[in-house]
Structures are given as C-alpha cells and as structure tokens.
C-alpha cells in the first residue's frame, strides 16, 4: 500500500519535472530551429546584407530585409507613442480619482476588449480608420492616400494594446499601499502631487513591464496589421504611405514558400529576425527592473 | 502494509487501551517522544539550543514560554514539518516510540500518520464535511462507502460534532464555523488513528465557548492519545497539562509535572514568567 | 500655488477626456461589429458549410469555421492542461521555494508569453515539413498549444501563490505524500484554473497567425486529425478579401460570431473567479 503511493508519488514527480523541462525547451527548440531553417540565407547573403539593403525580389534571389524592418519599428513606435500615454492617464484617473462604480464598469469593457482577436480589431480597421485617414486626414498633408497606410496600422495596433496596457498598469497603481498615499497626504501633499510623486514613481516598474509586452505584441502582431498596412515593398517616405512589416511578409509569402529557392529559408530568417528581437527585448527588459529593484531596495 | 489495514476499523475508543500509572508521579513514565540534543538553524539564527526532553504518552503536555521563544519550531519537528523549507537546518535526535524520525531512511509519510496536527486556524480541505474527515484513511488505503462512513461517524462523535452535520455530511467543509472547522480538523487528525496530537496554539483563533469544548475534548481523548500543545495562555496550560515545559529564548528551561512546575518552580524565569513578570 | 492647481486641473481634464476617448472607441468597435455582423447573420449562417468554394460562392454559412475552431482549440486546452498544470505544480509546490531553476524557468515562460503567434506559426510550419505533415488539425493544434501553453501557466502560476501554507501542512500532516497533497491543491486552485482555461480558450480560438500556416482553410469540416480545417479568424481574414458582397457578409458575420464567443469567455470568467471566491478559505 505505502510502496504504490510512493511509487505513484515518485512517477508524478518525474512526470512533473519532465514536463517542466519540456516547457522550458520549447523555447530553445523554437529558436534553434528557426535559426537552423535561416541558417541558408544568411551563409549565402551574409547577415549584414540581408538586415541593411532594401531589394526584394525573390525570383532573382535578392532579400533585403531593410524595408520591413523599418516598416515593423515605424508601425510599433506609433503604435506605443498613441497607447503609452492615453493608456497612462486613464488608468491614472480610474484607480485615484474615479468613483468605485465607473471604476468597476470601466475594468469590466477593458477587460472584455483585451480579449478581443486582432482579427476583429482588423475588420474594424478597415472599415472605420483606413477611410477616415483617406478621406480627411491625409488630404492635408499629402497628395493622395490611400489609408492603408503606416498611420493606420500604427493606429490600429494602438487601440489594440491599449485594453491590454490598462488592465496591467490599473493593477500596478491599485497595488500601491493606501498607507503611502496617505503619509504623503498628509504632509500637505495635493492628490496630484501624491499620484506623481509617490504613486507613479512607486509604480515605474510595473510601468516598464507592462510597456515591454505591449511592445512585445504590437511588434509581433499579424492580422490586425496586415489587414490596413497596404503591404507595399518600398520604404515608406511618410506616415500615409503603405509600408509591410515582418509578420505581414511571413503571413503573404508563406503559400509560395517551397516553390522558389531560398525562399523558405528567408521567410523563416523573418520570423527568427522576430523571435530573435523579442527575446532579447525582453530578457534586457528583465534585468533593467531586476535593477530599478535593486535600487529601490538600497 | 499491513499495519495499516487491520486495526483502522476496531480501533477508536472501542478498545481499552492498559493504563499506565502515569498521573500517580514523575518516575513512572513511559516515554513516547524523547528529544536528544535538537538544535534548530533558520537562516544560520540558532533558534532551538540544545533540547533535551522526554514527553510521556497518553498525557497532556503544555509547552509554555513568551513568543518567539522557539515553541512553535520545536512541535513542528516532530513531524517534520521543516522538511520542505530549505532554511530550515536541524541537528540532533528525535526518538518516537523509540525511532530516530530523522534518518535518511525513515519514511516521513509514516512519520506523520502518527502524528495529527491541529494549527492554529483551522483549515479545511476544499472538499465536502465527510469527505475531509475520511480523507486520512483514504489515503492509507481504507475502502468501502459503509467502513468510511463508520469511521467519519465516529471521529465526528467523538469530537462532538456529530450531532450539527450529521444531516449536511454533503456540504464543502468551508461552510461551518470556524469553531466546528476546528473540532472537524480533530476529527480529520484521529481518523488517520494517530498516536500523538500535536496543537499548535489551536484555540487561540476560536470563541471562548469552542476553546472550551476544544481544551475538553483534548481532555477527554488523553486516555488513548498523547496530547502535545503549544499555548501562550498560561491559564489554559493550568486547567489541562499534566506535564509543562517551560521555553525561554531557544532553550528549555525547565520541564515537569504541571504541579511542580506551576507551584515548586527550581528555576528564577520560570518562577517570574508563571507569576506574570513577563510575557 | 496657483500654477500647481493648474497644472492639477490641466492633467485631470486630459485624464478625463484620454478615458472617454478610450471607453468611447473601444465601444464604437463593439457597435461597428454588430452593425455589420447582424445583418447577414441567420441560421444558415452557423448551420451551413459554403458552398460553391469560400472564397467566391454566395451560398452556405461558416459552420466549417466553426466546427474547426471548436475542435481545435478543444484538443490544444487538453494538451496544454496536461503540461502546464504539472510545471505550475512543480514550480510552486514540489521544488523548495527560491530555487534558481523556478527563477529561470518563469523567465522562460514570461519570455514565450511574449513570443508573437506568427513565430509559433512559422515554427509549427517547419516541424510539419521536418515530419512531413500537411496542413492539418493536427498541425494547428500543435501550434495553438504552443501559443496558449505560456499563457496557461502564467495565469495558473498566478493564482497558485494564493494557496495556504496551512493546506499544504495539513495534508502533510495527515501523512499524504507530496503528489497526494497536490492533488488537493488542485483541487483548491479550481476556479483558478477555469479561469486560465477561459482565457486560453479565448486567445488560441482568436489567433489567425499560428492557424495560418498549420491548419490551412477547408469548406469542409475536418473528420479526421489529419485533414486541414477552417477557423473563424481565417474565415473573417480571408473572405473579407474576396470581390463578392455576399462572401463579405460572411466574414462579418464570422467576426460577429467570433466577437460573442470572447464576450461569452469573458463574462464566464468573471463570473467563475467571483463564484468560486467565497467557497475559498
């Protein structure tokens, strides 16, 4: 009786263990393998070439992936530059000014919304924001537009991050101890003084984590993207110009993938270019708030 | 295995255990758990200096001293409680029934079984009333809806709760008051046909009138059992222990019969902590 | 003085209208798909598989979206559970708190959570072609599983620091063996792992990314593991591209049907971690 529940123990714990290691693994299995799948492309143009020159035209074997890597930063830093901001304030007047009912109210639709698919957000997209930029903004700025456009996807992605950074960072803010607010109140402290003062600055690392998943998604995303970018192989000379980034050129291509050489290898060297970024972005991310916690601990 | 199927069922309160002639004075003791130079680390703090100490069976024994004195560390040894806290180091010797529980080779499983625990709030399992109180015996192997149910009527009984549940065996366990949780936990830990319980502070979360029935029922079971509690009202260490070990600071500083320790203390702390000096 | 009050008065306005804007667009999304959505949906619409090919027929509904998706993310939930369940009780309540390997390993996982589903795509993709697989059920939901088992693990990791020491002690007490105790706290953490089944379901069943690579697009609806499969981002992604309104319409009413499913995760959701709540120590 003890020996089967100990043999059952034993079995349970090594089940656990391996698939613990699994888990784990998978994320090394990932980035091995695409780096081995991209491991062609880069021994023939040389990494160098690849990452700095722009000509596309995988019929006579060039890949450069200049474009889309421009396209991918321009869309996220957009996207960021719109989110980052609107996201911090509202959630700054959810958690410390509004009442208990709007803030219940208000954590249920942004909860709700940050399910949401990108796919829909995309739909949305083409519907709402590609005609407005074409018809009444970008009319003041530039000739002709489109809509799908840098600007669009920008936006899009925006609204799309945006339900995701607020339910991380009105956790963030609720988290700071009342006491806090109180001591800093009541050394004559007006409210706002105690939000920037006290409550942002208590909440600078939950702050950063939040802003590195958000970048994380927007950098990655598809769908939602590739639906109103205009998909447009030439570096974008403004924000209402077309642009294609990396995850676009994967989700395109992919069907034609195994019928002109090298091409495989290049698309999966785009989506090791991602897999690559995000890691590192966010295991530097990592130690920069094992850091701020250091400091804030001396 | 076997040791464990056979007697589950006729065991509790039905068979009269031979009296030792334990109350009459100290030198007759049969000695159940004995302590051996236990010296306890957390984090490289000395907490535990060198106890030594015998607790004999089927009695009451109070460990008594101001908080922070290393009571609740040295019962949590018993049944290897510090096993999963990396820093937590022990050293010396810890005989129940005559058997190092701290060999490489000792099962703690086994260990525990023979102990049941009673923490200072009770915790029930998220499970059902019945389902709590049977738990032990499932795990040891006993089978059959009418030998479970026994055995939970039983424990429940004797612990006097069986007359509030009887009619919502059914219920999740966290549905009762914290008073009935308590005595559901007693009834959890002598279903599992331990030889010792362990009380770790175990009425101080309750209301006045569930201690009362808890310190009776502790009372009551000592026949068969050997009641080892932690407390830190020394009244309650007056109404109950038979013996009493007195903790000061990590060390043991005297240990005796209730009588003698409450009324001949040898040593000066004791005489100042049982007078209220300090607490 | 003065200009403190203003600037005070100056944020509080921007916070305000920040927050209207957002609560504003993110209900302008909600109105625009059920504009469009409702319109084209009917019983033929969720009971009906295309006819006359996706991409150009007028006739049929989305069920081989459906369907697909339901099979799909059904089996990655079942593989996921069975892995993250056993790392996340590993993690917490096998290994001795603040071991170096939990240290990594959440790392790990924090890092794959940011992984974009593309990547996941891709990386099904190439272990398809290693085993020589086609597009398939069984691809996407290698990949789905993937993409969800970060997901999974973090939001259960979440809820099991939550667990007593004191139900840990006392099982232990009672003479359970480590795998005995776990089985409890399983038990305990139910309403939490609910709750990250939920909110798998509802990032793997919207993911386009991962399935456009591993699953493929059908009519049909698969009938077995190896057969390729339609699913309701795909059929939004790829319908809403074709000349023909009334295949338009379809791909709304799929971003309709899509949108109801994730409202109906979220409120059950909520309404699991509040039910469930008062039932806890």
Same mark, same amino acid.
């Given at each position: 009786m003890l020996k089967s529940r100990l043999l059952k123990d034993r079995i349970a714990r090594h089940y656990m263990l391996t698939a613990t290691v699994m888990a784990i693994f998978f994320l090394f299995l990932i980035g091995g393998g695409l780096f081995l799948k991209s491991l062609p492309i880069m021994q023939?143009?040389?990494?160098?070439?690849?990452?700095?020159?722009?000509?596309?035209?995988?019929?006579?074997?060039?890949?450069?992936?200049?474009?889309?890597?421009?396209?991918t930063l321009y869309v996220t830093g957009i996207a960021i530059i719109i989110a980052l901001p609107l996201s911090l304030l509202t959630s700054i007047y959810i958690i410390e000014y509004a009442s208990p009912k709007i803030l219940r109210a208000f954590s249920s639709v942004v909860d709700l919304l940050a399910g949401i698919p990108p796919v829909i957000y995309g739909v949305w997209g083409t519907l709402t924001i590609v005609p407005?930029?074409?018809?009444?903004?970008?009319?003041?700025?530039?000739?002709?537009?489109?809509?799908?456009?840098?600007?669009?996807?920008?936006?899009?992605?925006?609204?799309?991050?945006?339900?995701?950074?607020?339910?991380?960072?009105?956790?963030?803010?609720?988290?700071?101890?009342?006491?806090?607010?109180e001591a800093s109140m009541s050394l004559g402290a007006t409210k706002w003084q105690t939000v920037k003062k006290v409550v942002i600055r208590k909440s600078i690392p939950g702050v950063i984590a939040a802003t590195v998943l958000a970048i994380s998604r927007a950098f990655g995303e598809t769908l939602a993207v590739l639906m109103v970018c205009g998909n447009f192989t030439d570096l974008p000379k403004s924000i209402?110009?077309?642009c294609y980034p990396l995850p676009a050129l994967i989700a395109n291509n992919y069907g034609e993938m195994m019928s002109v050489p090298q091409y495989e290898s290049a698309l999966m060297f785009a989506a090791f270019l991602l897999f690559f970024i995000i890691v590192l972005f966010n295991v530097i991310s990592r130690l920069v708030l094992i850091q701020i916690d250091k400091r804030y601990q001396l | 295995m076997e040791l464990i199927t056979a007697p589950l069922i006729t065991v509790p309160l039905t068979i009269e255990q031979p009296k030792f002639k334990v109350m009459n004075g100290s030198h007759s003791l049969n000695p159940h758990i004995v302590v051996e130079n236990l010296n306890i680390f957390i984090k490289g703090n000395h907490i535990l200096k060198d106890i030594n100490m015998t607790i004999?069976?089927?009695?009451?024994?109070?460990?008594?001293?101001?908080?922070?004195?290393?009571?609740?560390?040295?019962?949590?040894?018993?049944n290897r409680l510090h096993d999963d806290n990396v820093d937590v180091k022990i050293k010396g010797k810890l005989f129940v029934d005559g058997e190092d529980i701290y060999?490489?080779?000792?099962?703690?499983?086994?260990?525990?079984?023979?102990?049941?625990?009673?923490?200072?709030?009770?915790?029930?399992?998220?499970?059902?009333?019945?389902?709590?109180?049977?738990?032990?015996?499932?795990?040891?192997?006993?089978?059959?809806?009418?030998?479970?149910y026994e055995i939970a009527r039983h424990q429940l009984v004797a612990v006097g709760l069986w007359d509030e549940v009887k009619d919502r065996l059914k219920t999740p366990a966290s549905t009762l008051s914290i008073g009935q949780q308590q005595r559901l936990c007693l009834a959890r830990g002598l279903a599992v046909e331990p030889e010792i319980i362990l009380g770790d502070e175990a009425t101080s979360a309750l209301d006045p009138?569930?201690?009362? &029935?808890?310190?009776? @029922? *502790?009372?009551?079971? #000592?026949d068969k059992y %050997?009641?080892?509690?932690?407390?830190?009202?020394?009244?309650?260490?007056?109404?109950?222990?038979?013996?009493?070990?007195?903790?000061?600071?990590?060390?043991?500083?005297?240990?005796? &019969?209730?009588?003698? @320790? *409450?009324?001949?203390? #040898?040593?000066?702390? %004791?005489?100042?902590?049982?007078?209220?000096?300090?607490? | 003085m003065n200009t403190k009050k203003l600037e005070e008065k100056i944020f509080k306005g921007l916070m305000i209208g920040s927050s209207l804007l957002i609560f504003g667009v993110l209900l302008y999304i909600l109105y625009i798909i059920i504009k469009k959505g409702l319109p084209s949906l009917s019983w033929e619409m969720i009971s009906q598989i295309p006819s006359g090919g996706f991409y150009l027929g007028k006739e049929g509904g989305i069920l081989n979206a459906i369907m697909g998706s339901l099979y799909l993310i059904f089996f990655s939930v079942v593989i996921s559970l069975l892995i993250s369940v056993p790392v996340v009780m590993y993690l917490n309540f096998t290994l001795r708190k603040k071991s170096r390997f939990s240290a990594f390993a959440r790392l790990t996982f924090d890092v794959l959570f940011g992984i974009p589903s593309i990547v996941y795509g891709a990386f099904g993709?190439?272990?398809?072609?290693?085993?020589?697989?086609?597009?398939?059920?069984?691809?996407?939901?290698?990949?789905?599983?993937?993409?969800?088992?970060?997901?999974?693990?973090?939001?259960?990791?979440?809820?099991?620091?939550?667990?007593?020491?004191?139900?840990?002690?006392?099982?232990?007490?009672?003479?359970?063996?480590?795998?005995?105790?776990?089985?409890?706290?399983?038990?305990?953490?139910?309403p939490g792992i609910s709750t990250a089944v939920l909110l798998s379901v509802g990032r793997g069943i919207g993911d386009g990314a991962t399935v456009l690579f591993t699953a493929g697009y059908t009519d049909s609806i698969p009938t077995s593991l190896t057969q390729p499969t339609a699913t309701l981002p795909l059929a939004i992604f790829f319908q809403l591209s074709s000349p023909i309104e009334e295949v338009q319409n379809r791909a709304y009413s799929a971003a309709l049907i899509l949108t109801v499913i994730i409202l109906m995760l979220s409120f059950s959701a909520r309404y699991f971690s509040r039910r469930f709540s008062k039932n806890k120590i």
């Open positions: 023939e143009k040389g990494l160098w070439t690849l990452l700095t020159t722009s000509n596309w035209r995988p019929f006579k074997g060039d890949f450069g992936f200049a474009s889309y890597i421009l396209s407005f930029i074409s018809k009444s903004i970008a009319p003041h700025f530039v000739e002709f537009s489109t809509g799908y456009s840098v600007l669009a996807a920008g936006v899009v992605l925006a609204i799309m991050i945006i339900p995701l950074i607020i339910s991380i960072l009105m956790e963030v803010f609720s988290a700071v101890p009342k006491e806090m607010r209402f110009d077309a | 004999p069976d089927k009695s009451i024994t109070c460990i008594i001293g101001p908080s922070g004195c290393g009571k609740t560390t040295l019962l949590r040894s018993f060999t490489k080779d000792t099962e703690v499983t086994h260990i525990r079984k023979k102990m049941g625990l009673l923490a200072q709030r009770p915790c029930s399992l998220p499970m059902s009333i019945i389902d709590n109180v049977v738990y032990g015996p499932r795990l040891h192997g006993v089978r059959g809806r009418r030998k479970l009138i569930s201690s009362k &029935t808890i310190e009776e @029922l *502790f009372v009551t079971i #000592k %050997t009641v080892v509690l932690v407390t830190h009202t020394l009244r309650q260490a007056k109404r109950i222990a038979d013996y009493v070990a007195f903790m000061y600071m990590g060390e043991l500083v005297e240990f005796g &019969t209730a009588d003698q @320790l *409450f009324n001949h203390p #040898k040593n000066q702390l %004791t005489k100042e902590y049982i007078s209220g000096g300090f607490s | 993709f190439t272990i398809m072609i290693f085993f020589g697989l086609q597009a398939s059920l069984f691809g996407g939901i290698i990949a789905v599983s993937l993409l969800i088992i970060p997901v999974m693990i973090r939001s259960i990791d979440e809820v099991a620091i939550l667990i007593p020491v004191e139900l840990i002690e006392a099982t232990k007490s009672l003479g359970a063996t480590n795998y005995e105790t776990i089985k409890v706290i399983v038990r305990q953490l139910l």
